[in-house]
């Protein structure tokens, strides 16, 4: 249902300097919540104006940007009812019982169907302060699961709709009927997408600073900025954000920063100057935002990431090309894997300058890998060995890069480099002097 909202009216007016008399104003006050009669066309699509009606014969003609959407996610879809809500800014993302099964309505007498939980994501309108929706989408969680399961679930989609309404490339209809993948089993998934979301913006607005003081940017800069600003919506009386003016003017004789596209596939990929400009905190997420896979270590850490940590990749032989099963007990030849016999006569070297191996990354997952250590001597071997990870993993498309903290011997930091199993000899030498070249730049 849309109604009128007079105070959308006013403002939209006031923007564009028309002049509104007492009389009109009175009115419009007055039928201000009244039901918004929609126009259609000829192929019944709704027109962007509308009509209120005042007295029983007489119609005002209104755009429908003056207008709002009432939205209740219950009464809205009847037999609805709310499971959780939680708020953030101008942010409200609900779930919502709307007795939705896998193909639709739920069937209690399927046992293979499950009663799901809705999403519904609405933002607050900054006029009126009521919340519009942005969008609404069945989830794969279940209505009855866990209720920590259920509050985590929706932490991260809020997390998710907040970090999305902040990007500058943001786009929130794709974002919202995303979730409609989401389950008990991937809401890991979605926080390592917010996690890349978040220092992707952050490391764009540190380096618009960046950018700003390499050129010579002082306080009187943006001082002439801001006047200039103050002016242009003086004399054109439309508001306009100081970000809008920016980017429509520019700095310096009209020069801008690069939009964040091309941020992202240019500077973006320069490991140093990421990790020069980000909070210290965000370095670890911007490597693995880059594909490397990171374990660090922790004095709270429980068993289960211990042995993660320590056991993120099982060994086939060692640097000698000694073949072994797990490191645990010799074997011979004819015991290996078949996916690794090959590689074993073909791509494993001990001439590579880096020490190779024949590995096993996950359950049958097999490759050769170059694996390099750096020194448990602090945090400063550990950056010198993100900024490796992060290069080779920019360089290498072909490879799965991991870095684990004191994983090695005597607590060493291990990177590992694995290339399939099924990788050429040609590939290997070309990726081979990648690795050197990146490993060697010190």
């Known amino acids: ?74 009464s809205e879809y009847g037999k609805g009812e709310l499971v959780l809500s939680k708020e953030r800014e101008n942010i409200r993302v609900a779930f919502v019982d709307r007795n939705e099964g896998y193909g639709g309505e739920y069937v209690p007498c399927d046992p293979a169907d499950e009663k799901l939980l809705h999403l519904n994501v609405e933002m ?96 009187d800069v943006f001082n002439q900025m801001a006047e200039g600003w103050l002016r242009k919506c003086n004399v054109e009386k439309k508001a306009q954000s100081f970000k809008e003016y920016i980017y429509e003017y520019g700095f310096f004789l009209s020069v801008l920063f690069p939009s964040f596209s091309e941020f992202l596939g240019n500077v973006y990929r320069i490991p140093e100057l990421m990790l020069n400009i980000l909070p210290h905190h965000e370095t670890v997420n911007y490597v693995r935002s880059l594909g490397v896979k990171i374990y660090e270590y922790s004095d709270s850490e429980t068993e289960e990431e211990r042995n993660l940590r320590l056991g993120h990749t099982k060994y086939w032989c060692n640097s000698c090309g000694e073949l072994h099963r797990y490191g645990k007990e010799m074997i011979a030849e004819s015991e290996l894997p078949s996916e690794l016999r090959r590689a074993y006569h073909v791509l494993w070297a001990d001439c590579y300058g880096v020490p190779c191996y024949l590995v096993e ?82």
């Open 1 to 74: 249902m849309y109604i009128f909202n007079s105070v959308m009216y006013h403002e939209r007016m006031r923007q564009k300097g028309a002049q509104i008399p007492v009389e009109l104003m009175q009115l419009l006050t007055n039928i201000n919540g009244r039901q918004v009669e929609t126009v259609y066309d000829n192929d019944g699509e709704p027109l962007d104006y509308g009509f209120v009606r005042i007295m029983p014969d007489f119609l005002f003609k209104v755009e429908m940007i003056d207008c709002q959407y009432l939205y209740d996610p219950i």
């Open 361 to 442: 990354m996950g359950e049958e997952n097999y490759g050769v890998a170059l694996v390099n250590e750096y020194p448990a001597n602090g945090k400063k071997a550990f950056d010198t060995a993100m900024i490796d990870a992060a290069h080779l993993a920019i360089r290498l498309s072909n490879a799965k890069i991991t870095l684990a903290e004191n994983a090695g011997c005597d607590e060493s930091h291990e990177l590992v480099i694995c290339f399939p199993a099924d990788i050429s000899p040609n590939e290997m030498d070309a990726a081979v002097k990648e690795v050197n070249d990146i490993l060697d730049a010190k």
């Open 124 to 219: 607050r309108n900054t006029y009126t302060g009521e919340y519009m929706p942005q969008g609404s989408v069945c989830t794969n969680i279940c209505v009855y699961a866990p209720t920590p399961i259920i509050e985590k679930a929706l932490n991260v989609i809020l997390d998710c709709v907040c970090e999305e309404s902040l990007n500058p490339n943001g786009w929130m209809k794709r974002r919202i009927e995303s979730f409609s993948d989401i389950d008990e089993n991937n809401i890991s998934d979605y926080e390592k997408e917010v996690a890349v979301a978040r220092v992707r913006r952050i490391a764009y607005e540190r380096y618009q600073m960046y950018w700003l003081m390499e050129r010579g940017a002082t306080i």
